[in-house]
């Protein structure tokens, strides 16, 4: 028999040891999965975490990231208090004051700013949480201002573009229960959402084949592939254009549902004539033979599923028109809206899928101010004004800083990140110019040094939050700790300072869980019923589900467009999904490697785990993956100290070489302040029609720096 020590230090729940459970979930990584965590809650402390058994995202597991949620609640660098700005920006310094002190000059700073230059001279900006992102877009255009911007100017939305251009749909995903084909495109779900394994590895138990293309020998490749295509960095836009030619060529399309349902079919079956396998090979390194055997196996293994990669295929200055490359063979396959193949989902609530729609998207732009300019990158990225309508964040930098066409002077953020952004010492330099600069944030991050005040908001596990999950599944939740010294929720911060700029929006000023019912007002969620079963996501009964197949095509044409009627609008940009080389323009004699910023690693979040004890243990150092062959010719040994270089500049970190990246090519992973990789992306280094970093295919040199005497 257990004694009460043992018991309370095995953390065993009970009226004896004082340890309670408490359900929330994670909100680490993407809105989408959002895995289930189980508290395990002593003296209003908590003691571990584990994953929450039946929960319908992540049926009890959690990847390293999410294990680690402790340490993340409670790491030492967490802003207790709001405070404000006492030395140079950058610089660190900082006085506590009271939130009443806080709201105060914020609140009159941003009218002092609204005052000389116009609304639209404050930009609102969202970093990688996303549940708040209604509220805050909303208060952006009570202000008066269009300038609402967020993370996603480099994560996800650019897939979205090429969905909405395409079909008017805004996410489409594939349909792993019944496909007979998977084209894992940048599939790595062992290091990046990992809960897809086991759905592939089901798929692939009753027969379903799965092909990957990935330049890197990832876990998916040697535990999931039945063809692996190997392949060039920014060339697989190509070889979709050759797939597409294989089965164009061999008659294995479906003429029936082109017929039917696709625009610009002559148009696309013309162009792709001319990317035989053996001029793709030239380009993309992925053999001819293996081209043409790829075409085959989807042909004999219908219906055709693709993985949806919201980051890697688009981080290149051509990944939009890859993604439309790409997902144009679900449209000649006739796998768009079918079962087995790629099922269109509205975008339920804050980013999130939930398969039924609400009013969170028209929620804010019932507040839309009229008589404004164009929002930032307007001009830069026309095509991404058009069809998303937000602030594309990365040409912030430069209208910071040449004031043109009209001036930004003060930023209201949350969570924002100077290096998400290519050549992000720009950025940082821009952020030091502003007259006014405010960031919401869990820690004193190197963005938040540069802000004149900083403000303290909690984790998921501190907060009541509205959540939907897939299959019509909804949750409220509620705290499971009192949020640490004097922080609040990010949509309580937002309403409060709604209130004290006095916006005209009794709503938004009235609460959060006021405007989440008005956007609910149409569907059957029960909130209140959803607050008192607070501990677990509830399957919604009653909801308007769209049946695949009948989701249809909200474009100008109502077809599949692969000749884009939005697109040709544009001069300049091509109405079909083309090809072009991504790479920048530095001279490849002096820079012969191919440098890819973002490679995933298991332990890694962009820069929200770098300080995390656990997290950082996985990989202390920052390193670049490079191929063991080219260390070798260069006589670089595991550890050894290199210099990254591109034409933008340079960085020093450690060598890992390894035999799963392909010769040539260099992958390091970005965000570390001591090794910041995304500075020497160069700057305008861009997709002309989303606005995405091309992150994935820089040139650069690798050279091996010498030990000191």
Known sequence: MSTLEERIAGKIPGEDTGIVTRNSFCDIC??????????????????????????????????????????????KDRILTPLRRVGERGEGKFEPISWDEAMDEIAARLNKVKAEYGPSSVAFYSGYNKWYRPFLQRLCYDFGSVNYGTESSSCFTSTIISWRVATGQDFVGPDLGRAGIFLGWCYNAYHSAYLMTKGVEMARQRGMKVIIIDPRITPAVEKQCDLYLRIKPGTDCALALALGRELIVNDWVDHDYIRDNVYGYEQYRNYVSDFTPERVEAITDVPADQIRL??????????????????????????????????????IMGTFDRPGGMIPEPLTYAHSMAGFETLSEEFPFEKYPQGEPRPVGAVRFPLWDEVVGEMQANDLARQISQGLPYPIRAVYAHGMNFRMVNGDRELEAALKELDFFVDVDLFLTDTAKLADIVLPCCSSLERSEFKVYGGGHCQYTEPVIRPLGQSRPDDEIIVELANRLEVDDELLRSGAENCVRYMLRETPVDV???????????????????????????????????????IEKHPGLDPLPTYRDSIDDADPEKYPFRLVSGARLPNALHSRLHDMPWLRSMRPEPMADLNDQDAARLGIRKGDDITLATGTGSITVKANPTMTVKPGTVHMYHGYREADVNSIIPPGHNDPYSGFPGYRSVRCAVVKKEAKP
């Not at 990847?63 to 949620?69: R, T, V």
């Not at 219906?303 to 890859?322: C, D, E, F, K, R």
């Not at 677990?536 to 109502?558: A, R, S």
């Open 528 to 566: 209140d019923y959803l607050k008192a079963h607070s501990q677990f996501p509830v399957k919604v009964e009653g909801l308007k589900m769209i049946p695949v197949g009948q989701h249809g095509f909200k474009t100008p044409t109502g077809k599949f467009e692969l000749w884009s009627t939005i």
């Open 294 to 331: 790829a075409a085959r196996m989807i042909h004999e293994n219908m219906p055709l599923a693709i993985n949806q990669s919201g980051a890697a295929l688009v981080h290149h200055t051509n990944g939009m028109q890859t993604h439309r490359a790409v997902m144009a063979l679900s449209a």
């Open 30 to 75: 993407a809105p989408g999965p959002h895995c289930g965590v189980t508290c395990y809650v002593k003296d209003g402390t908590i003691l571990k975490v584990e994953g929450t058994d039946n929960h319908p995202t992540n049926h009890g597991l959690l990847c390293p990231k999410g294990q680690s949620n402790r340490q993340y609640v409670y790491r």
